[in-house]
T-cell receptor, first 116, second 115 residues
């Protein structure tokens, strides 16, 4: 079974400063990778995903993540954070258990707190 | 297009009781996955239903069971509730296409508290 490690449980950062949330995964085979965001008392929203192709993927709200196969990492970055980015962020990897059937394995999450 | 909905929003039960949680999948989707998110943890895969049958299961005991209906909605049933079952239960729907990865769309969750 695959595993996902999010190295920081909490990350405080000042508004307009850059941020990096770190994620490492265990699989040595081809994987699909994801970042989800969870706002208080809400479900998960997909932020961005890597399925294939360019190793740098971007979201519509300024986040980006880079797939690094040699380091088995998929770190999330944003050059300038806003108060509205305060949330919990989960890194996830897909596990295929049948034709077209996938489950997601999540890390424990990183709470991003943006300080005014 | 209606997204994934779950009911109820919150639920309080006592140890030993049984509970049923419900999920309506997004329009056009035929697969439902259930996840348990304990406080301070990431979601953990419970099981997946496709064509009304269990299609895969995580490391959860048999007292966690489910159903999928012809309209692709789903139920999660938990028998003999334990204190550690207190968690946010998330439902995710997707369209199974055997040729490609199928993105999962999550509902808002049901918060279960076991006393």
């Amino acid at each position: 079974a695959q595993s996902v490690t999010q190295l920081d449980s909490q990350v405080p950062v000042f508004e307009e400063a850059p941020v990096e949330l770190r994620c490492n995964y265990s699989s040595s085979v081809s994987v699909y990778l994801f970042w989800y965001v969870q706002y208080p008392n809400q479900g998960l929203q997909l932020l961005l995903k890597y399925l294939s192709g360019s190793t740098l993927v971007e979201s519509i709200n300024g986040f980006e993540a880079e797939f690094n196969k040699s380091q088995t990492s998929f770190h999330l970055r944003k050059p300038s954070v806003h108060i509205s980015d305060t949330a919990e962020y989960f890194c996830a990897v897909s596990d295929r258990f049948g034709a077209g059937s996938y489950q997601l394995t999540f890390g424990k999450g990183t709470k991003l707190s943006v300080i005014p | 297009e209606t997204g994934v909905t779950q009911s109820p929003t919150h639920l309080i039960k006592t140890r030993g009781q049984q509970v049923t949680l419900r999920c309506s999948s997004q329009s056009g989707h035929n697969t439902v996955s259930w996840y348990q998110q304990a406080l301070g943890q990431g979601p953990q895969f419970i099981f997946q239903y496709y064509r009304e049958e269990e299609n895969g299961r995580g490391n959860f005991p048999p007292r966690f069971s489910g159903l999928q209906f012809p309209n692709y909605s789903s139920e999660l049933n938990v028998n003999a509730l334990e204190l550690d079952d207190s968690a946010l239960y998330l439902c995710a729907s997707s369209f199974t296409n055997r040729a490609h990865y199928n993105e999962q769309f999550f509902g808002p969750g049901t918060r279960l508290t076991v006393l």
